[in-house]
Protein backbone atom coordinates (compact mmCIF):
# COMPACT_ATOMS: atom_id res chain seq x y z
CA UNK A 1 0.00 0.00 0.00
CA UNK A 2 1.03 3.36 -0.97
CA UNK A 3 2.63 4.90 2.52
CA UNK A 4 1.77 8.73 3.82
CA UNK A 5 -1.59 9.26 2.04
CA UNK A 6 -3.74 9.03 5.22
CA UNK A 7 -3.89 11.98 7.50
CA UNK A 8 -3.40 10.54 11.14
CA UNK A 9 -6.81 10.83 13.09
CA UNK A 10 -6.61 12.02 16.79
CA UNK A 11 -9.02 9.98 19.01
CA UNK A 12 -12.17 12.14 19.81
CA UNK A 13 -12.57 12.63 23.73
CA UNK A 14 -15.85 11.83 25.67
CA UNK A 15 -18.02 13.73 27.39
CA UNK A 16 -18.78 13.29 31.20
CA UNK A 17 -22.36 13.26 32.61
CA UNK A 18 -21.93 15.05 36.28
CA UNK A 19 -25.04 14.33 37.25
CA UNK A 20 -25.15 10.69 37.91
CA UNK A 21 -23.28 10.26 40.42
CA UNK A 22 -22.79 13.62 42.82
CA UNK A 23 -18.81 14.48 42.69
CA UNK A 24 -17.76 11.93 40.25
CA UNK A 25 -17.75 12.17 36.36
CA UNK A 26 -19.67 9.62 34.92
CA UNK A 27 -19.48 7.70 31.13
CA UNK A 28 -21.15 4.76 29.35
CA UNK A 29 -18.88 2.65 27.35
CA UNK A 30 -20.74 0.23 24.37
CA UNK A 31 -18.55 -2.33 23.24
CA UNK A 32 -19.72 -2.53 19.39
CA UNK A 33 -18.71 -4.61 16.49
CA UNK A 34 -18.35 -1.83 13.51
CA UNK A 35 -16.53 -0.94 10.15
CA UNK A 36 -13.09 0.65 10.01
CA UNK A 37 -11.02 1.69 6.56
CA UNK A 38 -6.94 1.37 7.77
CA UNK A 39 -5.72 2.77 4.64
CA UNK A 40 -6.66 4.71 1.33
CA UNK A 41 -6.19 1.49 -0.59
CA UNK A 42 -7.92 -0.95 1.45
CA UNK A 43 -11.53 -1.71 1.99
CA UNK A 44 -13.48 -1.41 5.38
CA UNK A 45 -12.50 -4.14 7.69
CA UNK A 46 -14.83 -5.66 10.35
CA UNK A 47 -13.31 -4.38 13.90
CA UNK A 48 -14.42 -3.67 17.40
CA UNK A 49 -14.14 -0.29 19.69
CA UNK A 50 -15.90 1.14 22.45
CA UNK A 51 -18.67 4.24 21.71
CA UNK A 52 -19.17 6.57 24.64
CA UNK A 53 -22.81 7.78 25.39
CA UNK A 54 -23.32 11.49 24.62
CA UNK A 55 -25.09 12.90 27.43
CA UNK A 56 -25.86 16.19 25.40
CA UNK A 57 -27.32 14.29 22.22
CA UNK A 58 -28.17 10.55 22.92
CA UNK A 59 -28.27 9.46 19.58
CA UNK A 60 -25.12 10.37 18.56
CA UNK A 61 -22.71 7.78 19.88
CA UNK A 62 -18.58 9.45 20.61
CA UNK A 63 -16.48 6.93 19.00
CA UNK A 64 -14.75 5.81 15.56
CA UNK A 65 -15.66 2.22 15.08
CA UNK A 66 -12.33 0.95 16.60
CA UNK A 67 -10.28 1.44 19.28
CA UNK A 68 -12.43 4.07 21.96
CA UNK A 69 -13.11 7.59 23.10
CA UNK A 70 -10.19 9.12 25.12
CA UNK A 71 -11.30 9.68 28.73
CA UNK A 72 -9.67 13.17 30.25
CA UNK A 73 -10.29 14.02 33.86
CA UNK A 74 -8.68 16.22 36.53
CA UNK A 75 -6.61 15.01 38.98
CA UNK A 76 -8.09 13.35 42.36
CA UNK A 77 -11.36 14.19 40.60
CA UNK A 78 -13.50 10.48 40.40
CA UNK A 79 -14.67 8.68 37.70
CA UNK A 80 -17.77 6.08 37.32
CA UNK A 81 -18.23 4.28 34.34
CA UNK A 82 -20.61 1.61 33.10
CA UNK A 83 -19.44 -0.74 30.91
CA UNK A 84 -21.85 -2.39 28.18
CA UNK A 85 -21.23 -5.87 26.20
CA UNK A 86 -23.36 -5.61 22.41
CA UNK A 87 -20.57 -7.59 20.84
CA UNK A 88 -21.49 -10.28 18.88
CA UNK A 89 -21.33 -14.04 20.68
CA UNK A 90 -19.09 -15.21 17.69
CA UNK A 91 -15.69 -14.26 18.09
CA UNK A 92 -14.00 -12.13 15.01
CA UNK A 93 -11.72 -14.65 15.26
CA UNK A 94 -13.77 -17.92 16.02
CA UNK A 95 -11.08 -20.49 14.77
CA UNK A 96 -8.46 -19.24 17.30
CA UNK A 97 -10.92 -19.72 19.87
CA UNK A 98 -12.25 -23.00 18.46
CA UNK A 99 -8.65 -24.16 18.41
CA UNK A 100 -8.12 -23.19 22.22
CA UNK A 101 -11.50 -24.92 22.81
CA UNK A 102 -10.23 -28.13 21.57
CA UNK A 103 -6.68 -28.39 22.80
CA UNK A 104 -4.75 -26.92 19.90
CA UNK A 105 -1.12 -27.06 21.82
CA UNK A 106 -0.33 -24.09 20.34
CA UNK A 107 -3.35 -22.34 21.93
CA UNK A 108 -4.03 -23.85 24.75
CA UNK A 109 -2.40 -23.04 27.99
CA UNK A 110 -0.80 -26.63 29.51
CA UNK A 111 0.86 -26.06 32.88
CA UNK A 112 3.86 -28.13 34.06
CA UNK A 113 3.16 -31.42 36.34
CA UNK A 114 1.63 -31.38 38.61
CA UNK A 115 -1.03 -29.05 36.90
CA UNK A 116 -3.71 -30.19 34.62
CA UNK A 117 -4.97 -27.96 32.23
CA UNK A 118 -8.37 -25.77 32.75
CA UNK A 119 -10.00 -24.35 30.16
CA UNK A 120 -10.20 -20.65 30.33
CA UNK A 121 -13.63 -20.30 28.95
CA UNK A 122 -16.96 -22.15 29.00
CA UNK A 123 -18.06 -24.08 26.56
CA UNK A 124 -21.09 -21.40 25.74
CA UNK A 125 -18.84 -18.53 25.60
CA UNK A 126 -16.82 -17.78 22.37
CA UNK A 127 -16.54 -13.75 23.61
CA UNK A 128 -16.25 -12.15 26.29
CA UNK A 129 -14.75 -8.90 28.08
CA UNK A 130 -13.69 -6.60 31.05
CA UNK A 131 -12.42 -3.34 31.18
CA UNK A 132 -8.94 -2.59 32.61
CA UNK A 133 -8.14 0.59 33.35
CA UNK A 134 -4.42 -0.08 32.82
CA UNK A 135 -2.09 1.96 35.05
CA UNK A 136 -4.88 2.87 37.49
CA UNK A 137 -4.79 3.10 41.68
CA UNK A 138 -7.98 1.60 41.46
CA UNK A 139 -9.63 -0.82 44.26
CA UNK A 140 -9.55 -5.19 43.06
CA UNK A 141 -13.66 -4.74 42.21
CA UNK A 142 -13.31 -2.41 39.83
CA UNK A 143 -9.50 -3.81 38.58
CA UNK A 144 -11.31 -5.67 35.27
CA UNK A 145 -9.26 -8.37 35.85
CA UNK A 146 -10.13 -11.58 33.18
CA UNK A 147 -11.74 -13.28 36.06
CA UNK A 148 -14.42 -10.52 36.19
CA UNK A 149 -15.39 -11.39 32.53
CA UNK A 150 -18.93 -10.87 31.49
CA UNK A 151 -20.47 -12.12 27.70
CA UNK A 152 -22.95 -9.88 25.60
CA UNK A 153 -25.64 -12.33 26.59
CA UNK A 154 -24.69 -12.10 29.88
CA UNK A 155 -22.41 -15.06 30.98
CA UNK A 156 -20.18 -14.30 33.93
CA UNK A 157 -16.84 -16.10 35.07
CA UNK A 158 -16.41 -16.97 38.28
CA UNK A 159 -15.19 -13.75 39.57
CA UNK A 160 -17.47 -11.27 38.13
CA UNK A 161 -18.05 -7.83 39.68
CA UNK A 162 -19.74 -4.81 39.65
CA UNK A 163 -20.49 -1.89 41.98
CA UNK A 164 -24.07 -0.58 42.34
CA UNK A 165 -25.98 -3.77 40.93
CA UNK A 166 -28.90 -2.27 40.75
CA UNK A 167 -28.42 -0.11 37.97
CA UNK A 168 -26.73 -2.63 35.31
CA UNK A 169 -27.87 -5.76 33.19
CA UNK A 170 -26.21 -9.05 33.24
CA UNK A 171 -24.37 -8.12 29.81
CA UNK A 172 -22.82 -4.83 32.21
CA UNK A 173 -20.53 -3.85 35.06
CA UNK A 174 -19.94 -0.49 36.58
CA UNK A 175 -16.70 0.18 37.79
CA UNK A 176 -15.25 3.66 39.62
CA UNK A 177 -11.42 5.09 39.42
CA UNK A 178 -10.36 7.02 42.04
CA UNK A 179 -7.84 9.03 39.67
CA UNK A 180 -5.19 9.85 42.88
CA UNK A 181 -2.48 8.97 39.60
CA UNK A 182 0.37 11.83 39.26
CA UNK A 183 -0.61 13.63 35.76
CA UNK A 184 0.13 11.11 33.54
CA UNK A 185 -1.13 9.00 30.36
CA UNK A 186 -2.83 6.42 31.03
CA UNK A 187 -4.73 3.52 29.23
CA UNK A 188 -7.32 1.27 29.21
CA UNK A 189 -8.49 -2.10 27.06
CA UNK A 190 -9.43 -5.11 26.77
CA UNK A 191 -8.51 -8.12 29.33
CA UNK A 192 -11.19 -10.68 28.19
CA UNK A 193 -10.05 -14.71 30.55
CA UNK A 194 -8.04 -16.76 27.80
CA UNK A 195 -8.86 -14.04 24.84
CA UNK A 196 -6.75 -10.62 25.70
CA UNK A 197 -5.13 -10.51 22.74
CA UNK A 198 -7.89 -11.70 20.23
CA UNK A 199 -10.11 -8.52 21.55
CA UNK A 200 -7.43 -5.99 21.93
CA UNK A 201 -6.40 -6.86 18.23
CA UNK A 202 -9.97 -6.46 17.03
CA UNK A 203 -10.01 -2.87 17.93
CA UNK A 204 -10.61 -3.02 22.14
CA UNK A 205 -8.29 -0.29 23.76
CA UNK A 206 -7.94 3.41 24.42
CA UNK A 207 -6.50 6.34 25.93
CA UNK A 208 -7.52 7.67 29.79
CA UNK A 209 -5.37 11.23 30.78
CA UNK A 210 -5.17 12.18 34.10
CA UNK A 211 -4.22 16.05 34.01
CA UNK A 212 -3.18 18.12 37.11
CA UNK A 213 -4.41 21.91 36.86
CA UNK A 214 -1.07 22.48 38.16
CA UNK A 215 0.56 21.63 34.44
CA UNK A 216 -0.90 24.69 33.19
CA UNK A 217 2.20 26.59 34.39
CA UNK A 218 4.86 24.35 33.12
CA UNK A 219 4.55 25.99 29.45
CA UNK A 220 4.25 22.51 28.03
CA UNK A 221 3.02 22.57 23.95
CA UNK A 222 -1.13 21.83 24.75
CA UNK A 223 -4.12 21.39 22.43
CA UNK A 224 -3.53 20.42 18.57
CA UNK A 225 0.06 20.33 20.01
CA UNK A 226 -0.32 17.83 22.20
CA UNK A 227 -0.64 14.42 19.84
CA UNK A 228 -1.35 11.44 20.95
CA UNK A 229 0.29 8.56 18.86
CA UNK A 230 -1.29 4.78 19.92
CA UNK A 231 1.04 2.12 18.00
CA UNK A 232 -0.01 -1.13 16.63
CA UNK A 233 0.93 -3.60 14.25
CA UNK A 234 -1.61 -5.80 12.22
CA UNK A 235 -2.10 -7.77 8.98
CA UNK A 236 -4.59 -7.35 6.57
CA UNK A 237 -6.26 -9.78 4.20
CA UNK A 238 -6.55 -8.01 0.60
CA UNK A 239 -9.86 -7.05 0.83
CA UNK A 240 -8.56 -4.76 3.68
CA UNK A 241 -9.95 -6.80 6.53
CA UNK A 242 -8.33 -8.12 9.85
CA UNK A 243 -6.10 -11.20 9.59
CA UNK A 244 -5.05 -12.19 12.89
CA UNK A 245 -1.77 -14.25 12.09
CA UNK A 246 -0.25 -14.50 15.51
CA UNK A 247 -0.67 -18.21 14.96
CA UNK A 248 1.66 -18.64 11.65
CA UNK A 249 4.54 -15.90 13.19
CA UNK A 250 5.69 -13.39 15.70
CA UNK A 251 4.23 -9.81 15.16
CA UNK A 252 2.18 -8.72 12.26
CA UNK A 253 3.63 -6.81 8.87
CA UNK A 254 1.62 -3.54 8.92
CA UNK A 255 2.56 -0.27 11.01
CA UNK A 256 -0.71 1.32 12.09
CA UNK A 257 -0.98 4.35 14.64
CA UNK A 258 -4.08 5.77 16.17
CA UNK A 259 -6.11 3.43 13.68
CA UNK A 260 -4.03 4.44 9.99
CA UNK A 261 -1.62 2.56 8.64
CA UNK A 262 1.59 5.04 7.32
CA UNK A 263 -0.09 7.91 8.80
CA UNK A 264 1.46 11.22 7.91
CA UNK A 265 0.58 14.45 10.41
CA UNK A 266 1.55 18.39 9.10
CA UNK A 267 2.84 20.19 11.17
CA UNK A 268 4.23 23.33 12.12
CA UNK A 269 7.80 24.57 12.50
CA UNK A 270 7.48 24.41 16.55
CA UNK A 271 7.57 22.44 19.51
CA UNK A 272 4.99 19.70 20.04
CA UNK A 273 4.23 17.29 22.54
CA UNK A 274 3.81 13.51 21.67
CA UNK A 275 2.34 11.07 24.00
CA UNK A 276 3.19 7.44 22.66
CA UNK A 277 1.38 4.35 23.82
CA UNK A 278 2.47 1.16 22.23
CA UNK A 279 -0.19 -0.88 22.10
CA UNK A 280 0.66 -3.52 19.99
CA UNK A 281 0.08 -7.41 20.99
CA UNK A 282 4.17 -8.53 21.17
CA UNK A 283 5.80 -5.93 19.18
CA UNK A 284 8.45 -3.75 20.50
CA UNK A 285 9.48 -0.52 19.23
CA UNK A 286 12.79 1.31 18.91
CA UNK A 287 11.65 4.54 17.50
CA UNK A 288 13.79 7.57 15.62
CA UNK A 289 13.13 10.48 13.83
CA UNK A 290 14.54 10.46 10.53
CA UNK A 291 15.52 13.91 8.82
CA UNK A 292 16.60 14.62 5.14
CA UNK A 293 20.61 14.35 4.78
CA UNK A 294 20.84 17.96 3.57
CA UNK A 295 18.70 19.88 6.94
CA UNK A 296 20.74 18.39 9.56
CA UNK A 297 24.48 17.34 10.69
CA UNK A 298 22.55 14.09 11.48
CA UNK A 299 20.59 11.78 10.16
CA UNK A 300 17.91 11.95 13.25
CA UNK A 301 16.11 15.06 14.93
CA UNK A 302 16.50 15.02 18.48
CA UNK A 303 14.11 14.78 21.01
CA UNK A 304 13.44 15.24 25.13
CA UNK A 305 11.81 12.74 27.23
CA UNK A 306 9.95 14.35 29.72
CA UNK A 307 7.72 11.49 31.24
CA UNK A 308 7.12 7.56 31.31
CA UNK A 309 4.71 5.43 32.22
CA UNK A 310 3.46 7.04 35.52
CA UNK A 311 4.24 11.04 34.83
CA UNK A 312 6.73 13.29 34.72
CA UNK A 313 10.62 12.77 35.04
CA UNK A 314 13.87 14.91 34.30
CA UNK A 315 14.04 16.06 30.96
CA UNK A 316 16.20 13.89 28.90
CA UNK A 317 17.61 14.75 25.34
CA UNK A 318 17.53 11.64 22.86
CA UNK A 319 17.92 10.15 19.86
CA UNK A 320 16.14 7.41 20.28
CA UNK A 321 14.07 5.34 22.54
CA UNK A 322 13.12 0.93 22.92
CA UNK A 323 9.14 1.09 23.94
CA UNK A 324 7.78 -2.32 24.96
CA UNK A 325 4.01 -3.12 24.61
CA UNK A 326 2.28 -1.57 27.22
CA UNK A 327 4.67 1.27 27.79
CA UNK A 328 3.84 4.92 27.64
CA UNK A 329 6.57 7.61 26.37
CA UNK A 330 6.06 11.45 26.51
CA UNK A 331 8.34 13.59 24.13
CA UNK A 332 9.03 16.97 23.41
CA UNK A 333 9.90 17.35 19.65
CA UNK A 334 10.76 20.52 18.18
CA UNK A 335 10.03 20.53 14.41
CA UNK A 336 11.45 24.43 14.38
CA UNK A 337 14.98 24.09 12.89
CA UNK A 338 12.77 22.30 9.98
CA UNK A 339 13.07 24.25 6.60
CA UNK A 340 8.74 24.51 5.26
CA UNK A 341 8.42 21.34 3.57
CA UNK A 342 10.51 18.89 5.34
CA UNK A 343 9.20 15.10 6.07
CA UNK A 344 10.45 13.49 8.96
CA UNK A 345 10.09 9.91 9.44
CA UNK A 346 9.29 8.42 12.66
CA UNK A 347 11.08 4.76 12.03
CA UNK A 348 11.67 1.24 13.79
CA UNK A 349 14.92 -0.03 13.73
CA UNK A 350 16.89 -3.20 15.90
CA UNK A 351 13.91 -4.43 17.33
CA UNK A 352 12.86 -7.70 15.76
CA UNK A 353 9.62 -9.85 16.79
CA UNK A 354 10.01 -11.13 19.40
CA UNK A 355 12.34 -8.91 20.69
CA UNK A 356 15.63 -8.98 20.97
CA UNK A 357 15.49 -11.60 17.94
CA UNK A 358 15.84 -15.08 19.20
CA UNK A 359 14.11 -16.79 17.60
CA UNK A 360 12.52 -13.30 16.07
CA UNK A 361 11.06 -14.63 13.08
CA UNK A 362 8.29 -11.81 12.41
CA UNK A 363 7.94 -9.45 10.16
CA UNK A 364 10.53 -6.34 9.71
CA UNK A 365 8.50 -3.16 10.00
CA UNK A 366 11.21 -0.15 9.40
CA UNK A 367 9.27 3.00 8.49
CA UNK A 368 5.93 3.79 10.63
CA UNK A 369 4.54 7.21 10.07
CA UNK A 370 5.54 11.10 8.32
CA UNK A 371 5.62 14.27 10.13
CA UNK A 372 5.06 17.48 7.48
CA UNK A 373 6.66 20.44 8.22
CA UNK A 374 3.50 22.23 5.60
CA UNK A 375 1.61 24.55 8.30
CA UNK A 376 2.60 28.31 9.18
CA UNK A 377 3.24 29.20 12.44
CA UNK A 378 -0.28 30.12 13.74
CA UNK A 379 -0.76 32.21 17.04
CA UNK A 380 2.24 34.10 16.72
CA UNK A 381 5.86 32.79 18.00
CA UNK A 382 6.53 29.48 20.11
CA UNK A 383 5.84 30.41 23.56
CA UNK A 384 6.35 26.67 25.33
CA UNK A 385 9.52 26.13 27.57
CA UNK A 386 12.46 24.93 26.13
CA UNK A 387 12.68 21.61 27.24
CA UNK A 388 15.86 21.87 29.18
CA UNK A 389 14.44 24.55 30.99
CA UNK A 390 11.46 22.38 31.89
CA UNK A 391 10.96 22.12 36.01
CA UNK A 392 8.90 19.03 36.06
CA UNK A 393 6.98 17.32 39.03
CA UNK A 394 9.65 14.13 39.19
CA UNK A 395 10.25 11.42 40.89
CA UNK A 396 11.62 10.58 44.38
CA UNK A 397 14.07 7.74 44.59
CA UNK A 398 12.79 4.97 46.37
CA UNK A 399 15.26 3.92 49.11
CA UNK A 400 16.15 0.57 49.77
CA UNK A 401 16.48 -1.03 53.29
CA UNK A 402 18.17 -3.62 54.49
CA UNK A 403 14.59 -5.40 55.44
CA UNK A 404 12.81 -4.45 52.16
CA UNK A 405 10.90 -7.79 51.52
CA UNK A 406 12.17 -9.68 48.43
CA UNK A 407 10.46 -11.61 46.22
CA UNK A 408 10.95 -13.63 43.19
CA UNK A 409 9.13 -14.57 40.17
CA UNK A 410 10.52 -17.29 37.37
CA UNK A 411 9.73 -17.12 33.94
CA UNK A 412 9.11 -20.78 33.43
CA UNK A 413 8.84 -22.92 30.27
CA UNK A 414 8.73 -26.37 30.42
CA UNK A 415 9.94 -26.69 26.82
CA UNK A 416 10.36 -24.35 23.97
CA UNK A 417 7.27 -23.22 22.55
CA UNK A 418 5.12 -24.63 25.32
CA UNK A 419 3.04 -22.52 27.93
CA UNK A 420 4.82 -19.86 30.41
CA UNK A 421 4.12 -19.68 33.90
CA UNK A 422 5.13 -17.44 36.99
CA UNK A 423 7.59 -19.74 39.26
CA UNK A 424 6.00 -23.00 37.52
CA UNK A 425 2.27 -21.99 38.50
CA UNK A 426 -0.81 -21.87 36.02
CA UNK A 427 -2.82 -18.64 37.07
CA UNK A 428 -5.70 -20.44 37.98
CA UNK A 429 -4.26 -21.85 41.02
CA UNK A 430 -5.39 -19.74 44.26
CA UNK A 431 -2.76 -16.94 45.40
CA UNK A 432 0.38 -17.70 46.83
CA UNK A 433 2.12 -14.53 47.14
CA UNK A 434 0.34 -12.17 50.25
CA UNK A 435 1.91 -8.76 50.78
CA UNK A 436 2.00 -6.36 53.94
CA UNK A 437 -0.72 -3.65 53.44
CA UNK A 438 1.53 -0.18 53.18
CA UNK A 439 4.72 -2.60 52.71
CA UNK A 440 7.76 -1.88 50.15
CA UNK A 441 9.08 -4.71 48.11
CA UNK A 442 11.53 -5.51 45.43
CA UNK A 443 10.27 -8.01 42.69
CA UNK A 444 13.01 -9.64 40.58
CA UNK A 445 11.72 -11.12 37.60
CA UNK A 446 14.15 -13.82 36.41
CA UNK A 447 13.64 -15.13 33.30
CA UNK A 448 15.89 -17.25 31.72
CA UNK A 449 14.91 -17.89 28.25
CA UNK A 450 15.46 -16.14 25.04
CA UNK A 451 12.48 -13.64 24.70
CA UNK A 452 12.03 -9.85 26.80
CA UNK A 453 8.86 -9.64 28.43
CA UNK A 454 6.89 -6.64 29.08
CA UNK A 455 6.34 -7.22 32.66
CA UNK A 456 2.79 -5.26 34.26
CA UNK A 457 2.37 -4.95 37.83
CA UNK A 458 -1.82 -4.00 38.24
CA UNK A 459 -2.33 -0.96 40.84
CA UNK A 460 1.19 0.17 41.92
CA UNK A 461 4.03 2.15 40.11
CA UNK A 462 7.37 1.54 41.01
CA UNK A 463 10.88 2.13 39.92
CA UNK A 464 13.87 0.15 37.62
CA UNK A 465 16.64 -0.87 40.25
CA UNK A 466 19.08 -2.74 38.35
CA UNK A 467 19.38 -5.23 35.87
CA UNK A 468 22.15 -8.47 36.30
CA UNK A 469 23.43 -10.92 34.14
CA UNK A 470 23.02 -15.13 34.86
CA UNK A 471 23.95 -18.27 33.58
CA UNK A 472 20.80 -19.01 31.96
CA UNK A 473 20.68 -22.50 30.73
CA UNK A 474 22.87 -23.62 34.39
CA UNK A 475 19.71 -21.88 36.43
CA UNK A 476 17.00 -23.82 33.80
CA UNK A 477 18.21 -26.96 34.23
CA UNK A 478 18.24 -26.77 38.46
CA UNK A 479 14.68 -25.44 38.38
CA UNK A 480 13.75 -28.18 36.50
CA UNK A 481 15.42 -30.61 38.57
CA UNK A 482 13.64 -28.44 41.33
CA UNK A 483 10.41 -28.99 40.08
CA UNK A 484 10.88 -32.72 39.08
CA UNK A 485 11.89 -33.09 42.84
CA UNK A 486 8.70 -32.38 44.15
CA UNK A 487 9.49 -28.35 44.33
CA UNK A 488 10.42 -28.77 48.28
CA UNK A 489 11.36 -24.43 49.34
CA UNK A 490 14.62 -25.67 51.29
CA UNK A 491 15.97 -27.12 47.63
CA UNK A 492 15.05 -23.90 44.96
CA UNK A 493 18.01 -22.65 43.62
CA UNK A 494 19.23 -19.89 45.08
CA UNK A 495 19.49 -16.91 42.49
CA UNK A 496 23.00 -15.38 43.73
CA UNK A 497 24.49 -18.47 42.71
CA UNK A 498 23.86 -18.24 38.80
CA UNK A 499 25.35 -14.28 38.64
CA UNK A 500 27.84 -13.98 35.76
CA UNK A 501 28.38 -10.38 36.16
CA UNK A 502 27.74 -6.99 38.15
CA UNK A 503 23.86 -5.53 38.65
CA UNK A 504 23.66 -3.04 35.51
CA UNK A 505 21.76 0.21 36.12
CA UNK A 506 18.67 0.85 34.73
CA UNK A 507 18.37 2.24 31.56
CA UNK A 508 18.54 5.94 31.07
CA UNK A 509 14.98 6.71 30.26
CA UNK A 510 13.79 4.28 33.01
CA UNK A 511 16.09 5.91 35.89
CA UNK A 512 13.67 7.41 38.22
CA UNK A 513 10.79 6.96 36.51
CA UNK A 514 7.72 5.74 37.88
CA UNK A 515 6.62 2.92 35.63
CA UNK A 516 3.77 0.25 35.36
CA UNK A 517 5.39 -1.88 33.02
CA UNK A 518 9.14 -3.06 32.62
CA UNK A 519 11.29 -4.77 30.19
CA UNK A 520 12.37 -8.00 31.36
CA UNK A 521 15.19 -9.10 29.36
CA UNK A 522 16.44 -12.37 28.30
CA UNK A 523 18.85 -14.11 30.26
CA UNK A 524 19.22 -11.52 33.21
CA UNK A 525 17.11 -10.91 36.39
CA UNK A 526 15.35 -7.56 36.59
CA UNK A 527 14.77 -5.63 39.80
CA UNK A 528 11.68 -3.41 40.71
CA UNK A 529 10.84 -1.60 43.54
CA UNK A 530 7.43 -1.05 44.49
CA UNK A 531 6.80 2.10 47.34
CA UNK A 532 3.87 1.05 48.94
CA UNK A 533 1.24 -1.38 48.17
CA UNK A 534 -1.15 0.59 49.58
CA UNK A 535 -4.51 -0.07 47.46
CA UNK A 536 -7.70 2.95 47.86
CA UNK A 537 -9.70 2.17 50.66
CA UNK A 538 -12.02 4.97 50.37
CA UNK A 539 -15.90 5.03 49.02
CA UNK A 540 -16.09 6.52 45.69
CA UNK A 541 -18.35 8.83 44.60
CA UNK A 542 -20.71 7.55 47.77
CA UNK A 543 -21.52 3.74 46.02
CA UNK A 544 -21.29 1.12 48.69
CA UNK A 545 -18.53 -0.99 48.65
CA UNK A 546 -16.52 0.96 46.26
CA UNK A 547 -13.23 1.10 48.37
CA UNK A 548 -11.01 -1.99 48.78
CA UNK A 549 -11.66 -4.60 51.50
CA UNK A 550 -9.12 -6.78 52.67
CA UNK A 551 -7.56 -9.26 51.56
CA UNK A 552 -7.22 -7.61 47.69
CA UNK A 553 -6.06 -9.57 45.34
CA UNK A 554 -4.69 -8.28 41.90
CA UNK A 555 -2.57 -10.11 39.05
CA UNK A 556 0.47 -8.81 37.00
CA UNK A 557 1.45 -10.82 34.03
CA UNK A 558 3.46 -10.63 30.38
CA UNK A 559 1.96 -7.78 28.39
CA UNK A 560 2.99 -9.74 25.65
CA UNK A 561 -0.54 -10.46 25.16
CA UNK A 562 -0.54 -13.86 23.57
CA UNK A 563 2.13 -14.89 26.57
CA UNK A 564 -0.20 -13.51 28.85
CA UNK A 565 -3.43 -15.31 27.55
CA UNK A 566 -0.99 -18.82 27.70
CA UNK A 567 -1.10 -18.18 31.31
CA UNK A 568 2.01 -15.75 32.01
CA UNK A 569 0.18 -14.25 34.52
CA UNK A 570 -0.29 -14.70 38.54
CA UNK A 571 -2.17 -13.36 40.99
CA UNK A 572 -0.90 -12.00 44.59
CA UNK A 573 -2.68 -10.31 47.53
CA UNK A 574 -2.54 -7.76 49.77
CA UNK A 575 -3.64 -8.39 53.39
CA UNK A 576 -3.47 -6.21 56.89
CA UNK A 577 -0.92 -7.36 59.57
Known amino acids: MTKYVDALPTPVTAVPDPSVYPGADYYEYTMRQGSWQFHRDLGPATVWGYWAKNPHSPRKPIGMGYLGPTISVDKDHPTVVKYRNHLPTTHLFQSVIDGIRTGDPQLTPIPPPPYEPVQPFPPNVNVWNVVHQHGGFTAPQSDGVPLHSFSPDGIHAESYTTLDPSRVKPNEAICAYTNHERSSLLWYHDHGMGMTSLNVYAGLAGLYVIRDPEDEQLGLPQGEFEVPLILQDRTFNPDGSLAYTMTLQEGEDTPVVNGKAYPFLAVEPRRYRLRILNASNERFWRLRFDVPSDVLLQPNLPFWLIGTDGGFRTPLQMLNFLIGPAERYDLIVDFSRMPMGTNITMTNYHAPVHYPGMPGQGPQISEIMQFRV ?29 DTRRRQWVVYQHKLFSTMTFNAVPFMEPSEDFIKAGSTEIWEYINPNHDAHPMHVHLVNF ?48 ALSEKDTVKSYPETVTRIICREFSPPTETIASIPGSGTEFPATYVHHCHLLEHEDDDLMRPWTIVRD
Open 374 to 402: TKRLSGGPDRTTPPKDLKLPTAEPIVVKP
Open 463 to 510: QVLNRQPIDAAAYQADYEKWIDGGRKPQDIPVLEKYFTGPAIPPDPDE
